[in-house]
């Protein structure tokens, strides 16, 4: 099963949520001592897909062990074939190169890598080059297999590094259940993360902002991508009644409510888990991934 974890706007406790969700569901069943060693075998899979800000890492402590880079192919122009016609800028979509004059110029924070430029040359003056956009880490947190990606700083396009995150660790591999931290906002990076989950898990707070957000992050995950989503209110009870009456002519469950908690507070604010500060909140993110399942087996196939 594929979970991802939107929230829209941002600071409303959605890595705070999935991070306590993956640490419930990794120890549901396992003996205290054993967690530690179970790396081998995690049935979860987290991946920080907030890659301009990745801050899982913080709570999770993973051991990363493995790096690669993640670049794209970007056109390179040899000068002494190019007749200077203009073509790659005319077919160019991302307005990524321009010809001036007697120069080609490439702009590859605004190139997709997508070839056309290279095609399209009638004198085979292009060829193509790796460019570095950032960075995949992976390792283990204890029961839990993490891997998060790392966008350079600079660079305009985070969705490439998404794909190449979720793709390097097969989303849809024999992990029991793959967590997607999304980012906040409802743009290009947010759908990559949510395409091909089963479940889009929402994280809102009861606020007028809140609830212009949860309507945007609804729009894209339900409407336009056709998936099921579920609600968790966090900071329960300060701010106002809109995100319940939002959800209730919605139809959308609210699966699970967090009340305001200085000791919660406190602490994210020590890079500590909900779940680890206040152990009895354990169960009820294994009932908030029990009712998950229950949607979808009621609804669609899980993968
Ligand atoms: S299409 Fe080829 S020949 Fe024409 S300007 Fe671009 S690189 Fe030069
Ligand atoms: S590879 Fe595609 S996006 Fe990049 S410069 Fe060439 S045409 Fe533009």
Redesign the pocket.
Same mark, same amino acid.
Request: hydrophobic residues 35%; contains cysteine.
């Given at each position: 099963m594929i979970i991802a974890v939107a929230s829209g706007k941002g600071g409303t406790g959605k890595t705070t949520v999935a991070t306590s969700l993956a640490l419930a569901i990794a120890a549901d069943g396992q003996p205290e001592t054993d967690r530690a060693q179970a790396a081998d075998s995690a049935s979860v899979l987290y991946l920080d897909c907030d890659v301009e800000e990745p801050n899982a890492a913080l709570f999770l402590n993973p051991v990363l062990e493995h790096r690669e880079q993640v670049g794209i192919l970007i056109p390179r @122009?040899d000068h002494d &074939? #190019?007749?200077? #016609?203009? &073509? #790659? !800028?005319e077919v160019c979509v991302w307005h990524a190169?321009a @010809?001036v004059g007697r120069k @080609?110029l490439i702009f590859p924070e605004l190139c997709h890598g997508c070839g056309s %430029?290279t095609l399209? %040359?009638?004198?085979g !003056?292009?060829d193509e080059v790796v460019h570095v956009m950032g960075m995949l880490e992976s390792g283990r947190a204890g029961p839990i297999a993490f891997g998060h990606g790392i966008l350079n700083v600079g660079e305009a396009m985070a969705v490439p590094v998404i794909r190449q995150l979720k793709e390097s660790h097969g989303a849809k591999s024999d992990h029991r259940v793959t967590l997607l931290d999304a980012s906040p906002g409802t743009s290009c990076p947010v759908v990559e993360t949510m395409r091909g989950a089963d479940f889009v898990l929402l994280v809102t707070e009861p606020t007028p902002f809140g609830l212009h957000d949860l309507r945007l992050t609804v729009q894209v995950a339900r409407d336009e991508l056709n998936l099921p989503v579920g609600v968790v209110i966090n900071r329960d009870g300060v701010g106002d009644m809109g995100v319940e009456s939002y959800c209730a002519a919605e139809g959308i469950p609210i699966l699970m409510r967090i009340p305001l908690d200085r000791r919660i507070a406190r602490a994210i604010s020590e890079g500590k888990t909900l779940v680890e500060v206040l152990p009895e909140y354990r169960p009820r993110f294994l009932d908030l991934y029990a009712q998950i399942a229950g949607i979808l087996a009621s609804g669609r196939e899980v993968r």
């Open positions: @122009v &074939r #190019c007749t200077y #016609c203009g &073509r #790659c !800028a190169m @010809v @080609v %430029c399209n %040359c009638p004198e !003056a292009i």
